[in-house]
C-alpha cells in the first residue's frame, strides 16, 4: 500500500510545501519534511501522537525518540538539531545575560529543562565576576552521578576555557524528590575544594525535583 506521502500531489507533499509556502505549513508537514523517507507523515503524525507538542518534542531524550517506530539515530539528530536551533532563535541577542543573585534565578533557568528528565543530567552554569551567564548552560553527565563518575576536573574545564569566575551546578532527581543524598553532598564538596585551588568559586549546587529544587548552599551541606 503506498504511503500517505506517495498519495499526495507533488505540490502537497511536506518538502515541497515548507520550499515554497513554510509559513502555511502544519506542524506535521513541518516535522515530516525534517524526517524525510517515505513514511514521513506517518512518522511525523506518530511523534506529535506521542509527545503531544513540540515542547514535548524538545524534552524527549534520543532513547525515547528512537521509540518511535521509524526514527533511528539520525533522524532523531536532526528534529533534535531543529528543535533546539529554533530554541536559540528565539532568546534575542540583544538582551542581556541572566543576573544569578539567588538560587531561584538559577534554578528559572535550569527547571523547565530537567525537571521531567527520566535519567539523571548534570549540568553547570558558567558566571563572569559579576554573576551574569556566560554562554549556555553546559550539560557534562548523564546517567547515575556518583564519585566514582563524576570527575572534578571534567567539571572546570569548561570554565577555565571560558575564563569564567565562578560556576553553579545542577542536577535533578528523577523520581522528583530534590531531597540531598550523602552523595550529592559529596560531589559539592569536592567541587567547592577544587574551585577553591583553581580561583573558580562555586556558588552553589542545586538539585532540581518536579516543580521544586533545593539548594545545598542554603542548607549548609558540602560548602562548610
Not at 535519567?119 to 566514582?148: A, C, F, K, W
Not at 567541587?191 to 549548609?220: P, Q, W, Y
Request: glycine content about 10%.
Amino acid at each position: 500500500m503506498p504511503s500517505l506521502v506517495e498519495r499526495l500531489p507533488l505540490r502537497e507533499r511536506p518538502a515541497w510545501r515548507v520550499a515554497y509556502q513554510v509559513e502555511g505549513c502544519s506542524l506535521v508537514e513541518l516535522i515530516a519534511a525534517l524526517v524525510g523517507g517515505d513514511r514521513q507523515i506517518e512518522i511525523a503524525q506518530a511523534l506529535i501522537g506521542r509527545f503531544g507538542s513540540l515542547r514535548g518534542l524538545l524534552r524527549a531524550t534520543p532513547f525515547e525518540l528512537q521509540g518511535v517506530l521509524g526514527v533511528g539515530p539520525s533522524t532523531g539528530a536532526r528534529l533534535r538539531a531543529a528543535l533546539e536551533l529554533g530554541r536559540r532563535l528565539g532568546k534575542s541577542d540583544e538582551v542581556a545575560p541572566p543576573l544569578i543573585q539567588s538560587p531561584d534565578d538559577a534554578a528559572n533557568l535550569v527547571m523547565n529543562q530537567m525537571q521531567h528528565l527520566e535519567q539523571e543530567h548534570l549540568m553547570l552554569l558558567l558566571l563572569d565576576t559579576r554573576n551574569r551567564l556566560i554562554g549556555e548552560p553546559v550539560t557534562l553527565y548523564h546517567g547515575s552521578l556518583n564519585m566514582s563518575v563524576v570527575r572534578i576536573g571534567e567539571i572546570f574545564r569548561p570554565a577555565l576555557r571560558a575564563n569564567a569566575a565562578a560556576i553553579l551546578i545542577a542536577h535533578n532527581h528523577p523520581s522528583g524528590l530534590p531531597d540531598p543524598s550523602p552523595e550529592d553532598v559529596a560531589i559539592t564538596r569536592a567541587v567547592v575544594e577544587a574551585g577553591r585551588l583553581l580561583d573558580v568559586e562555586c556558588l552553589d549546587h542545586l538539585i532540581i525535583g518536579r516543580g521544586r529544587f533545593v539548594s545545598l548552599k542554603s542548607k549548609g551541606l558540602g560548602f562548610n
